[in-house]
């Protein structure tokens, strides 16, 4: 399980940097200054682009579905790995925006962390407080072998 966790660690981290780019590129596309609250740009979004953006979500999350699924070989694992490489790609997500655009100016900066079904708001400490917590408890349970 250990060479998968690291290779699904690289793949998250990627796939979190690739998606970094394109919020860059769709930011500057729409016009939207690199310190502004993701809540306020979200009342000026091209309801059309709205829609584009709910399927990049989705296909986010199908590719870590299906990751999992081609990694895994039962149920706990598709759990795990699933639970492992989107805490990852969260993660990296952030600091890849922040190193491209220094964006989020703070940990207080309130994003819209997902639009499906509806917008999830939050500060960006929220989902980064989640996704370290998930790798920890996952690389403890690894460690400690309650997980092989």
């Known amino acids: 399980m250990g060479i998968k966790l690291l290779l699904l660690a690289v793949f998250g981290i990627a796939m979190a940097h690739f998606e970094g780019v394109v919020v ?3 930011r500057k596309a729409l016009g939207m200054i ?7 740009s979200l009342k000026k979004f091209p309801k059309r682009y709205l829609y584009i953006e ?12 299906v990751i999992a ?10 759990i795990v790995f699933f639970l492992w490489t989107f805490a990852l790609w969260d993660l990296f997500y952030y600091l890849s925006l922040y190193i491209l655009i220094k964006w989020p100016p703070k940990l207080t900066t ?9 917008p999830w708001i939050a500060p960006v400490w929220f989902p980064i407080a989640i996704s370290s917590f ?15």
């Open 24 to 26: 860059v590129y769709l």
């Open 34 to 40: 690199d310190s502004e609250s993701n809540k306020e």
């Open 54 to 65: 709910m399927t990049r979500e989705a296909a986010t999350i199908i590719m870590l579905v």
């Open 69 to 78: 699924l081609l990694t895994g070989s039962d149920i706990v694992e598709w």
């Open 110 to 118: 309130i994003d819209v962390l997902f639009l499906i079904p509806v």
């Open 134 to 148: 998930t790798i920890l408890v996952i690389l403890s349970l690894y460690l400690f072998k309650a997980i092989v």
